[in-house]
């Protein structure tokens, strides 16, 4: 199995890297910044003994996307899978604060840099004679985050994109799901201090009382991309440790200070 995950450096990307090589996928990590790539690639070698490429890409340029995804197909020009994690939110705060280019800009890097990974993988899964492909989303898509003005949109719209991809491309047996993590232990949600107001709204609606580590989406990417999920396309995939069940996190400590 051959799989590009972008975003791969860090986090959820990284965890699934590691996953993936871990059982034998020839797994290229990508994103802006190469010397994170580098380290995570030199150290998931190390502790698995397996080779991790990296792969130097921006979501938000179609022509780095393009080129990306060439060199990952390698001299076949096929792939496996795509993991589409590279995302983020520039910029949070209430409506009316919102800076409008911020704004632009985050729908730019969780919409339209998943949908330049959708675009430019589909002739390496036809190649491939089918694929997986996963789209990063959220639990921000469908519980209500107050401050995080274009994340939520964005998140909403890439599991839209996957819904609307899987059905277009089933013919080629190219399959497009979802992945909504909730509070995922990564170096991003450092920011929210463990005695804050925050971080108990978080787990006070939690129903297993603890927020979840980034190889426990790593599980569940690793099955969507293998064939026990060869009939799957179209879905979405919450994991939240029943987050979604309650209520959505607190954040106006950060913002009513």
């Not at 080779?51 to 996307?65: A, M, P, R």
């Not at 792939?79 to 939110?89: C, K, M, R, S």
């Not at 979802?178 to 170096?187: D, H, K, L, Q, Y």
Request: glycine share 12%.
């Amino acid at each position: 199995m051959r799989v590009l995950i972008t975003g791969g450096g860090t986090g959820i990307g990284r965890a699934c890297a590691e996953t993936l090589a871990r059982h034998g996928a020839d797994v290229i990590i990508c994103g802006r910044t190469l010397e994170t790539l580098q380290i995570a690639s030199e150290e998931i070698k190390s502790a698995h003994n397996a080779q991790v490429e990296y792969l130097s890409c921006d979501v938000t340029d179609e022509e780095s996307v393009e080129e990306c995804l060439s060199k990952a197909a390698g001299p076949s020009k096929t792939l496996d899978g795509v993991v589409a994690n590279a995302g983020g939110a520039i910029g949070l705060g209430s409506y009316q604060d919102l800076n409008t280019d911020q704004y632009l800009d985050t729908l730019k890097l969780n919409i339209l840099g998943t949908m330049h990974c959708v675009k430019h993988s589909i002739p390496y899964f036809a190649n491939n004679g089918g694929g997986s492909f996963i789209g990063m989303s959220s639990i921000a898509s469908n519980l209500t985050h107050r401050y995080f003005g274009a994340y939520t949109v964005s998140k909403a719209g890439i599991e839209t994109m996957m819904k609307n991809a899987a059905d277009e491309y089933g013919g080629l047996k190219i399959r497009f799901n979802a992945v909504r993590p909730g509070f995922i232990a990564t170096e991003i949600m450092e920011v929210i201090p463990r005695n804050s107001e925050i971080f108990k709204s978080y787990v006070e609606n939690i129903p297993l009382g603890e927020v979840g580590k980034p190889e426990d989406v790593a599980s569940l990417v690793k099955f969507l991309l293998g064939s026990e999920s060869s009939w799957i396309t179209g879905q979405i995939f919450t994991i939240d440790g029943g987050h979604s069940l309650r209520a959505g996190p607190d954040y106006s400590e950060f913002f009513n200070n």
